[in-house]
């Protein structure tokens, strides 16, 4: 598989970092870093439903690792402000395929919270969309095809997917023009196992 242009808008991840960031607060918090902007703990921990104390602790565990830094700029008098340093987050293939067992177990964790996140988003969605424009529920879609391709071929259509969404990214993140509003698109790409013509 043909590797992604290095962006230094996106984390790349390594075994330290990776268990670093593999723990769901953490992962909400940076998040909601990410989507919400600068923020306080206690902000976060209201946002969140967690103790000040608790997002504190985790705040610092992820400006350790490099994810998060402090964000002087919106702070008053002691008060500390945090902000997200990039924008998003990769896991390479050979990270994915890593021999070690404390690495293999880390990026399982990774992805299962990365599954509910995009499962607990849908759902939001699916609860909340009367609330929503008609012509925003009209443009939304959840779609599944099953298909017989090789893996050449499977390796193929995600990377064709992957340059059609990222052909409608902004150069600035966070940027919104006339009539635009966030729209989350997740991709989910997998063989299935419980089929006869996988044995």
Do not use: C
């Not at 590797?3 to 075994?15: H, W």
């Not at 565990?61 to 990039?86: C, I, N, S, T």
């Not at 293999?104 to 969309?129: I, K, P, Y």
């Amino acid at each position: 598989m043909a590797e992604p242009e290095k962006n230094t808008e996106i984390r790349e991840l390594d075994p330290r970092s990776l268990r670093g960031l593999a723990h769901p607060l953490r992962m909400q918090l940076l998040d909601a870093l990410r989507r919400f902007g600068p923020a306080t703990a206690s902000q976060l921990a209201d946002r969140l439903g967690e103790s000040s104390g608790a997002t504190s602790y985790h705040l610092r565990q992820l400006a350790a690792h490099g994810f998060v830094e402090d964000a002087p700029e919106h702070g008053k008098g002691r008060e500390r402000w945090w902000k997200a340093v990039h924008v998003g987050t990769r896991m390479t293939s050979e990270l994915i395929h890593d021999p070690d067992p404390t690495v293999r177990g880390a990026v399982e964790s990774m992805l299962h919270m990365m599954a509910d996140q995009h499962t607990s988003e849908l759902n939001t969605f699916l609860g909340t969309r009367y609330q929503l424009p008609e012509e925003w529920r009209d443009a939304a879609d959840m779609s599944g095809w099953r298909l017989s391709i090789t893996p050449e071929q499977a390796r193929e259509l995600s990377e064709r997917l992957m340059e059609v969404i990222e052909s409608y990214k902004r150069d600035m993140p966070g940027e919104r023009g006339p009539g635009e509003r966030a729209f989350r698109v997740q991709l989910h790409a997998f063989p299935r196992t419980d089929e006869e013509d996988s044995k």
